[in-house]
């Protein structure tokens, strides 16, 4: 290939890094852990305050992870405060996904929005209404819902009595969101409903989604789908449908284990990136026009792994195997695909996902300012043996859910 478009081409992928934001999730940086238990950190956060102080240093060392989703009970449990968004403005970030608490309340043993009973759900509304205003005054740009809804038994409950209760209290959250906030509507094939999930699968959220309007899309967690699911095509397809709203990162063996993004199945994330760079290469959509930003957004519980380090460690990885999803030769693949040249045409993603992108990444990051190595520099700087002194962290911020 010429020096000239060479050159070219690395400008290219250096000015579409610029564009890949990576949102991290308070509930990462606090004591949560697996549904079983959780071994306790004394660096773990375990006030709203102290998590804005982590997401904030993961931003300053990766230049890519602006905004902290927020988990309304943990987070904002007396309601909206300014003085939450304003910590955050003064750390250089922002307040990201707004995220209700469906499943932790007692009284949700039969379901939060697809609750039998009537004041279970008015209950629930209320809290998704309240998180839609605290999104409204801390500026944020999504409403992403998870439900624990379903039944572990046969017979337990109508079932489709319960599709049409999500429907209708989906839609009276959904017409109380200003234009400017996303609905994101979760899916997961089972846990900790065994028998039937309210909303089981990409088909039922992009369903949900249509019914409730233009601004509820369909949020995808990399952990929640059956072993051998292929996640890129229903990425692809909900691309081209105009309906994929944002991503839970987060990696798994067996179910939902919520381990590092990319630590067990890289080159799956990388097709899933390779299915994103592959539609805006497209161009429009054929059915739904240009399609809407895509959130992506990590999802993980570390148990094991110190809080700050796997953090950095998953926005590193998730940067690299997008930037891998970059340099794919676009034209040689389009010819080979013409071909039928089945070969060629994989050996084309095969020769992108092997591409060493760590140089191309440590220039990018002295670009814009942040440390070539972030872990190496989060490492170096002690940071977790200082607020492990600071913080003598003896108890849980926040709970372990699936």
Request: net charge neutral; with cysteine.
């Amino acid at each position: 290939m010429p020096t000239r478009k060479i050159a070219v081409e690395l400008k290219s992928v250096m000015k579409e890094l610029r564009a890949f934001e990576i949102e991290t999730p308070s509930w990462g940086y606090a004591n949560t852990g697996t549904r079983f238990g959780k071994f306790l950190q004394a660096a773990a956060a375990s006030t709203v305050e102290q998590k804005i102080e982590d997401a904030a240093e993961v931003h300053r060392l990766t230049g890519i992870a602006p905004r902290m989703a927020v988990h309304v009970l943990w987070d904002f449990p007396d309601g909206f405060d300014p003085a939450v968004v304003r910590l955050a403005k003064q750390h250089g970030i922002g307040i990201g996904a707004v995220n209700p608490n469906l499943f932790q309340d007692p009284c949700y043993k039969w379901g939060s929005f697809a609750n039998p009973d009537a004041k279970v759900r008015r209950r629930a509304v209320k809290h998704c209404l309240d998180s839609v205003e605290i999104g409204r005054k801390a500026h944020s740009a999504a409403l992403s819902l998870w439900f624990a809804d379903g039944t572990n038994y046969p017979g337990q409950d109508d079932l489709v009595a319960r599709k049409h209760r999500m429907e209708d209290c989906l839609a009276e959250v959904y017409s109380a969101m200003p234009k400017s906030m996303t609905m994101l509507i979760e899916y997961k094939p089972f846990e900790p409903a065994f028998y039937a999930t309210d909303i089981p699968d990409w088909g039922t959220s992009a369903m949900l989604a249509t019914k409730c309007g233009g601004h509820a899309k369909v949020l995808v967690d990399t952990g929640h789908h059956p072993l051998g699911v292929n996640v890129e095509q229903i990425v692809a397809v909900l691309l081209d449908e105009g309906l994929l709203g944002g991503f839970h990162f987060n990696d798994r063996k067996y179910a939902d284990d919520d381990l590092t993004a990319g630590s067990i199945a890289p080159y799956q994330l990388f097709l899933t990136f390779d299915a994103i760079i592959a539609h805006s290469k497209r161009g429009q959509s054929r059915t739904a026009g240009q399609s809407p930003q895509i959130a992506y957004m990590i999802d993980q519980s570390h148990n094991e792994k110190p809080k700050m380090e796997a953090m950095v460690q998953t926005v590193m990885n998730l940067q690299e195997l997008y930037a891998k999803a970059l340099v794919v030769d676009r034209e040689a693949l389009a010819t080979a695909q013409k071909k039928s040249d089945v070969v060629g045409a994989e050996e084309v993603l095969r020769k992108a996902f092997f591409t060493d992108v760590r140089a191309l990444l440590s220039a990018f990051r002295e670009e814009i300012g942040v440390p070539r190595d972030p872990l190496a520099a989060l490492r170096a700087s002690g940071y977790e043996a200082k607020r492990a002194k600071e913080r003598h962290n003896d108890s849980g911020a926040g709970a372990s859910y699936a």
